[in-house]
């Protein structure tokens, strides 16, 4: 059958690229989203997010009449998922993170209500391994008038898929087009279904596996990561401890032909380093102990550049008597989770400005040339890196932006550089 109509629902950083790649194809497109003011912008052509040639891409498609944005699900070929998968809260400080898979629930039910026989419903959400399955068993509990892989196998009136995105914030248009597609059908009859939507704009190849797999994919490209990063950021710390030039151990380790050791950082953020290692813990929390660890090792990161932030202060009003704590004016450089974007989910740097806004009180600034207004909790200013130098006695840098590697370091009393590029 083929795909004229597709319908993304979650319409957030993976969400709208897809719909507008879609579109850009002259496929007809209707994006799926929760929030009426997410669902205004885009009819007016403009975008709720900053990624690289989205803006215009969406622009032409909505001019063009291939993509609009609704509230409720509308029937069509195919419909594919992109909602966040969050945690539930956590009960204890030693517990371990649980997905939470009430958006996917909520996604597939409201799909379910415009099912027809022959469509697809793929899953990109990143997921626990076993999430596809339930989904199927939830639309399958929507819509007993119609079959399912789960119990028809291939002959089923509708097709279930899983994809997860594989795509770096910043590059996402490129990388959704050009980036490999690991496919989970929950038949090999769903797979060539899903391998024939995403042919309409993937240029990447297209490999076919089952659902769980797929999910492990995803889950564990980011957890080698994780653990990657992990060793880096605890090597800083002991480094720190042992007075030893963390960066110029590490450029010379990797002078050796098979060691390639990531930089430390402040820790690990975004929506999927950060978040998917949990995924694969959640499933076999006795067997997943390498993986927990990591997460912790960089979960703590951010405390520890906290702790280093207080030193900083006590050590500067010991050197200026004349001053109290109050006089003393801080500025964090960056707030993103990582270089060159506006993304603030998960990020370290957020969490260690408002954990220093919190303590300190004295003055708090932060320059972020990526983003143009805060949201409205947080209790620091805005500003720019000239007025960061002029004002601030503490500088620290959480985010390597291309704007701090090309200015240099500030001319401030003191300075914690995070990402030793200072």
């Known amino acids: 059958m083929p795909f004229n109509t597709i319908s993304i629902i979650g319409l957030g950083y993976i969400g709208l690229p897809t719909a507008a790649m879609f579109a850009s194809q002259k496929k007809k497109v209707i994006g799926v989203d929760v ?10 052509g403009e975008t709720h ?15 063009e009449g291939y993509l609009k944005a609704t509230i409720s699900p509308e029937s069509a070929d195919a419909f594919l998922i992109a909602v966040p998968t969050p945690f539930l809260p956590i009960k204890t400080q030693k517990s371990i993170p649980e997905p939470d898979l009430s958006y996917i ?17 793929i899953l990109e959400s990143t997921s626990p391994v076993g999430t596809t399955e339930q989904m199927a068993a939830w639309l399958a509990l929507a819509r007993s008038d119609l079959t399912f892989p789960q119990t028809h196998g291939a002959d089923s009136d509708i097709r ?11 590059q996402v248009v490129k990388e959704l087009s ?20 995403y042919s309409i704009f993937v240029a990447g190849q297209c490999v076919i596996t ?56 402040p820790g690990v953020g975004g929506h999927c380093i950060a978040v998917d290692p949990w995924f694969i813990v959640s499933n076999a929390p006795e067997q997943a102990k390498l993986i927990a660890t990591a997460r912790r090792v960089n979960d703590f990161k951010p405390t520890w550049v906290v702790e280093k932030v207080k030193i900083a202060i006590a050590d500067f ?48 600034l932060v320059v972020e040339p990526n983003i143009r207004e805060l949201p409205s909790f947080q209790k620091f200013e805005l500003v720019d890196f000239d007025v960061a130098e002029a004002k601030a006695d503490i500088a620290v840098l959480l985010v390597d932006h291309k704007e701090f590697r090309a200015s240099g370091a500030p001319n401030v009393r003191k300075i914690l550089d995070t990402k030793g590029i200072w």
Request: a negative charge.
């Open 35 to 44: 929030s009426q003011h997410v669902v205004d912008i885009i009819n007016s």
């Open 49 to 63: 997010i900053v990624e690289f040639g989205l803006r215009e891409m969406v622009k032409k498609t909505v001019d």
């Open 105 to 121: 629930e909520a996604a597939a039910k409201s799909v379910a209500k415009v099912l027809k026989k022959g469509d697809l419903v």
């Open 160 to 170: 279930i898929a899983y994809c997860p995105e594989r795509v770096l914030p910043g």
């Open 178 to 197: 050009e980036n490999a597609r690991v496919i989970g059908g929950m038949t090999y009859k769903c797979s060539q279904a899903a391998i024939e939507v």
């Open 210 to 265: 089952n659902t769980r797999t797929a999910e492990m994919v995803k889950l564990t490209e980011n957890a080698s990561r994780d653990v990657s990063i992990a060793f880096a950021n605890e090597l800083s710390i002991i480094c720190d401890k042992i007075d030893i030039d963390v960066w110029e151990l590490i450029n010379f380790a990797n002078l050796h032909p098979r060691i390639n050791i990531l930089q430390p950082g």
């Open 317 to 364: 009003l010991q050197s200026n008597p004349q001053k109290c704590i109050a006089d003393v004016v801080i500025a964090c450089f960056g707030l993103t989770f990582k270089p060159d974007i506006d993304d603030l989910r998960e990020s370290p740097a957020m969490s260690i400005a408002c954990n220093i806004a919190e303590f300190h009180k004295g003055k708090v």
